[in-house]
């Protein structure tokens, strides 16, 4: 059948996490509750950055700019997840599928970035201090942070536009609980391994120079630590990076394996816990690791509640 004579498509069928109604009941009250803390949580972090002063630093101003990323990322699946849970057809646009990835891909490879520019922060404060504030200015870390969503935003539009001139004429069910490049390309009627190449090189570009960042950042780090004669000091010292080392390794480990796995490895149960992991639980972790981990944020969150108890 000629091009010209399949009718294209424009909707998409989702498969969802189950087909069961009681348990899409039960997940509908569960992505809820990690919405809802995702984001509380992070709104919670810029909430406590912006307003003490204590935490007007370029650590916290990097931190801050992950929490938004974090609310941005999960406001782009879950909000659609949960209405999916509550109907029979999960359906949703070609279009709006299309602007799914878009803000997808664009807030994933944003916050990448945003985490090398805070790796590059704690290797300045830690490799050197007597030249981080004025090397770590406003300027630099503003600059930081949108070269992160420029970027963000180019690697995205990179990745969507091919969609668009993309034929869909069906079978048109997406094997998934939302619109990732995968699975939607699979769908189309014309050729897409030009498409997919692009995908996994340009994920696999954005993945090697942000580790790298990461990766050459630390080595400067703990070789700096491990110098420092006093075992205070190399403890102060590490706890001031534990958080992001641990908020790296989660999103590294997860977000990544997505694009980077070989075709052998293909699983689609993998690919869905694997997306949940890296697109739902990592937003939601991230606040509660700074929370915990960071002395700083614990003492403006104890300091803000205190302050809101003698208010009452």
């Known amino acids: 059948m000629s091009m010209e004579n399949q009718t294209a498509l424009n909707y998409f069928i989702l498969s969802g996490l189950s087909s069961d109604p009681q348990f899409q009941i039960f997940l ?33 101003f990097f931190l801050f700019h992950l929490s938004l990323s974090d609310i941005s990322y999960s406001s782009v699946t ?13 359906r949703i646009s070609v279009n709006g599928c299309i602007a799914q990835i878009f803000f997808s891909l664009m807030a994933g490879c ?40 420029i970027v963000g935003f180019i690697y995205a539009l990179t990745n969507t536009l091919p969609l668009l ?8 069910k997406i094997n998934h609980f939302s619109c990732e490049p995968p699975p939607v390309l699979d769908l189309s009627c014309t050729d897409t ?16 120079i942000t580790f790298s960042f990461n990766l050459v950042s630390y080595i400067h780090i703990i070789s700096t630590i491990l110098r420092i004669c006093c075992t205070e000091g190399r403890r102060k010292a590490f706890s001031t990076c534990s958080s992001h080392l641990i908020v790296i390794v989660l999103f590294y480990s997860t977000g ?3 694009y980077l ?14 997306s949940i992991q890296y697109s739902i639980l990592t937003p939601m972790l991230n606040p509660i690791i ?16 205190e302050k809101f108890r003698f208010l009452k």
């Open 261 to 274: 796995r070989p075709n052998s490895a293909s699983s689609q149960v993998l690919d869905r816990l694997f």
């Open 78 to 90: 879950v909000p659609m997840m949960l209405v999916n849970f509550l109907v029979e057809v999960k």
């Open 193 to 208: 391994f030009t498409n997919k190449l692009l995908l996994h090189t340009t994920a696999m570009l954005v993945g090697f």
């Open 256 to 258: 990544l394996f997505r």
């Open 28 to 60: 509908f009250l569960v992505f809820l509750a990690i919405y809802f803390i995702t984001l509380a949580g992070n709104m919670v972090i810029m909430l406590v950055v912006r307003a003490d002063p204590c935490l007007n630093t370029p650590m916290y």
């Open 110 to 149: 944003s916050e990448g970035f945003i985490l090398a520019a805070m790796a590059h922060d704690r290797y300045e404060a830690i490799c050197n201090p007597l030249h981080y504030m004025r090397i770590m200015n406003k300027y630099v870390c503003s600059q930081l942070v949108i070269g992160a969503w």
């Open 290 to 305: 700074y929370s915990l981990k960071n002395r700083e944020v614990k003492a403006a969150l104890e300091k803000k509640i």
């Open 165 to 172: 001139n993309a034929h869909f004429c069906g079978p048109n």
